[in-house]
Nanobody, 124 residues
Framework: VQLQASGGGLVQAGGSLRLSCAASGRTFEIYGVGWFRQTPGKEREFVAGVHWRTSTTFYGDSVKGRFLVSRGDASALVYLNMNSLKPEDTAVYFC??????????????????WGQGTQVTVSS
């Protein structure tokens, strides 16, 4: 399984970006897909996740009401629409997948496969 996050960039505070997570290889028996972010010297932080079978979505407290995660289409596995961006949203964003058995989709340890991150920079 290979994952690739894309769509990052530089945006002004209040702006929007849409991140995509493309997947190749095994795309069946997915349990969940998550988005995380990380800044230098800090632990990876849960941003959003989607339970694959039910399409139930979950969000970190810091992004609730501003970000929207959705299952993708032929172009991507999942999307992350980020609105009302703030400078504190600046980070490298990663997508990740878990297969098979249930797990806590907000936990880094749950995920088996990780993509390369994409940099999001929000200027004030």
């Amino acid at each position: 399984v290979q994952l690739q996050a894309s769509g990052g960039g530089l945006v002004q505070a209040g702006g929007s970006l849409r991140l995509s997570c493309a997947a190749s290889g095994r795309t069946f028996e997915i349990y969940g897909v998550g988005w995380f972010r990380q800044t230098p010297g800090k632990e990876r932080e849960f941003v959003a996740g989607v339970h694959w079978r039910t399409s139930t979505t979950f969000y970190g407290d810091s992004v609730k009401g501003r970000f929207l995660v959705s299952r993708g289409d032929a172009s991507a596995l999942v999307y992350l629409n980020m609105n009302s961006l703030k400078p504190e949203d600046t980070a490298v964003y990663f997508c990740a997948t878990r297969y098979g058995a249930p797990g806590d989709l907000s936990s880094v340890q749950t995920y088996e496969y990780w993509g390369q991150g994409t940099q999001v920079t929000v200027s004030s």
